[in-house]
């Protein structure tokens, strides 16, 4: 037996239930606001004290931007996804699409989306911003290619892109794990309608 497993298992653990406040947080910030939740209330439906809490996240603030982060890397691993796959822009922005939203709204992944003015400090909403701004800028670039192709009408990308991450995120403030739609046929539809409205013509 190795002596490192004792060790790599702790790790392990500890990771496991950094996620796990990190995904109570989420739903927290998305139910009430940064500003409105009170992380005694996350700790407590944890089932750990406070001062446990702390030990796996530094503060209030680490503990969202740890949230806005797990949605850029869902977003991010939906863009190479979608790169893996191939195919027009308007089957590649689907697939982006898709993935996106399933992993938004499985569990909601302990992400959170939407912004609140002066819920984070300058450094940290420098550095959100600028791994969000590459995340845009792929998405613009998918639909620069579909007008490209002649599967997309002529559109500002940029516009384009704000309508869609608009329909898109605001996902994390209606959606219920227990409703009628399942991840999977949620992501269809979304994806689908979105799509339709920048296709030149019928698929």
Known sequence: MSWKEPSKARERIAAEKRDAIIREAARAFNRRGYHGTNLDEVAERLGITKPALYYYI?????????????AIEIAMDAVARADRQGGGADERLGNVLRHYVRGLTDDLRGSV????????????LRRLKRR????????REIVRDGMAEGVFVP???????FVILGAVNWISKWYAAEGPRGSEELAEMISAQLIRSLRVGPA
């Open 155 to 161: 559109c500002d990308e940029k516009i384009a892109v």
């Open 113 to 124: 989306v939407l912004m609140e003015e002066g819920a984070l400090g300058p450094a940290n």
């Open 132 to 139: 969000r701004d590459v995340y845009e800028g792929a998405l």
């Open 58 to 70: 530094k503060d209030k603030e680490a503990l969202l931007l740890a949230c806005h982060e797990a």
